[in-house]
């Protein structure tokens, strides 16, 4: 049987390459983003399904959910949707910048959840899987609110895996390093294209987005009882948190 998810962030970046490899390993896919040139851009190219909604607003994820289940139930929620906004100290942290981040990152996500979680009980074998980030689990300077964001969906996935066990659904956490996209530096630098070219510099092979994409496909076509409940991925070059490795130019 055709099995069916639904792929917030699906506009751009590891969303949209997420709703390509689900596409190519047999899932059907409800694709989510609120640029709707966009989604159907990927809808055609891919043949899932797009419906622009923004998980920053209760309204449209409401009217999203209703959507959704009025053509069926789904196995897989893959909540994508995220960002960084601002490098900022502490000390000189802009309070929009820390709400933008809490609202997409933490509170969209709890909605998107709150949302589809019945009918992924219903479903008897449902998943739940959230993209955090290494931020998350090792906190680094002038990266306050995005760590305190990725911090928290971090805590929410693991909230999420003891609450709803005894429902047979299974929580998925994937946790990037460096992954070089087409708009995350981009963003959280103001739109300073040199600045978030320099973030990649000299590493001679970061993460792409596609690679990020085949672990999230590889995890949700595991059998179900098969939960891969934290998978940490980064570059070779990046060691770690602190250590990542640049070629000398």
Excluded: C
């Amino acid at each position: 049987m055709t099995k069916r998810a639904v792929v917030t962030g699906a506009s751009s970046g590891i969303g949209a390459a997420s709703v390509r490899a689900l596409r190519k390993s047999g899932w059907e896919v409800v694709a989510v983003a609120r640029r709707a040139d966009r989604l159907a851009e990927l809808a055609a190219e891919t043949g899932a399904v797009a419906m622009a909604a923004d998980v920053t607003d209760a309204g449209a994820v409401e009217r999203l959910v209703g959507e959704v289940l009025a053509g069926g139930g789904i196995d897989a929620l893959v909540n994508i949707a995220g960002g960084a906004f601002g490098v900022d100290t502490m000390a000189a942290g802009k309070l929009a910048d820390w709400q933008k981040m809490y609202d997409v990152n933490v509170l969209g996500t709890l909605r998107m959840i709150q949302g589809f979680l019945p009918a992924l009980r219903e479903n008897g074998e449902g998943s739940v899987l959230l993209l955090t980030s290494t931020a998350g689990l090792v906190a680094y300077e002038g990266g306050g609110g995005y760590v305190a964001a990725k911090s928290a969906e971090h805590s929410m996935a693991g909230t999420l895996r003891l609450e709803e066990a005894q429902h047979n659904v299974r929580v998925i956490e994937i946790a990037p390093g460096l992954v070089h996209t087409e708009e995350f530096s981009l963003n959280r630098l103001g739109g300073d294209r040199e600045a978030a070219d320099r973030v990649y510099a000299g590493v001679e092979k970061p993460l792409l987005a596609e690679d990020v994409a085949d672990v999230v496909a590889y995890s949700l076509n595991l059998p179900h009882h098969v939960n891969l409940d934290q998978i940490v991925i980064r570059p070779v070059a990046q060691a770690a948190a602190h250590k990542l490795i640049r070629s000398q130019a």
